[in-house]
């Protein structure tokens, strides 16, 4: 976890209780945090009529979605297009493009909800990114954004989220997917399908929970592997 070490005080961000010592630890601008906070009180608000996250996760936003989040943008500081899977309440895209308005994001999103809600953000914070209201796989066909990362938080297993991200990336695009304790079985499961190559982080918000970027993505041989799928 050299970088994030490096870069946050890991401590201070599990110390994470409400927005001063959110913006303490990732050590943000005035009005970047206008932002957060815009989008933070949005989500509260739509909340109350739209099951954006979990209600038990209300009192401890700061730190269970928008720190858990945050720390996702520093591992890709070279990154200049973001598309974001399954975007849901904005976590983890809205919160990159909040912090680092020099990438070009793109949240996918299904449910129309949920994606007004990111249009309302983006327009109540003056956040630039673009909300594709579809299903993952309607943009596999498009093929009009090559995004340098692909990320999806929460949303399936490592071997699914290949199977929908893939098609979307180029050979040079990386992959970010957040992962829990089942990590280690996903990882099993998914290379029984899959070569490709991967780093593992430390969640610094979360001690069970594990970071994995993932890059060079291949499925292997249907018929090598003796599979119906």
């Known amino acids: 976890m050299v970088i994030l070490q ?8 599990r110390a994470i209780s409400g927005a001063d010592s959110f913006q ?14 815009r ?10 009529t739209t099951n954006l996250v979990s209600q038990k996760s209300i009192p401890d936003l700061w730190s269970r979605h928008f720190a858990d989040s945050a720390q996702l943008a520093l591992l890709a500081p070279k990154a200049r297009v973001w598309m974001d899977l399954g975007s849901g309440a904005g976590f ?46 309607a943009l596999q066909t498009q093929g009009s954004v090559v995004p340098d990362i692909i990320s999806a938080r929460a949303l399936a297993s490592l071997n699914k989220l290949l199977d929908l991200a893939t098609p979307l990336g180029s050979a040079y695009t990386q992959f970010i997917f957040p992962k829990g304790l089942h990590m280690v079985e996903e990882l099993e499961e998914a290379t029984r399908y ?17 970071i994995l ?16 799928v």
């Open 6 to 13: 490096n870069l946050l005080d890991p401590a201070q961000v």
């Open 24 to 37: 303490a630890a990732f050590n943000v601008s005035r009005e970047t945090m206008a932002r957060l906070q």
């Open 39 to 48: 989008m933070h009180d949005l989500l509260c608000h739509w909340q109350k």
């Open 92 to 137: 983890p895209g809205l919160v990159v493009a909040i912090l680092r308005q020099d990438i070009e994001m793109h949240l996918v999103e299904s449910t129309s909800r949920k994606a007004a809600f990111l249009q309302t953000v983006c327009r109540e914070a003056g956040v630039s990114a673009v909300v594709h209201n579809c299903r993952i796989e």
């Open 194 to 210: 899959w070569d490709f190559k991967e780093n593992r982080y430390e969640s610094l918000t979360d001690p069970h929970g594990r």
């Open 213 to 228: 970027m993932i890059s060079e993505p291949r499925r292997k041989d249907l018929a090598v592997r003796g599979d119906n």
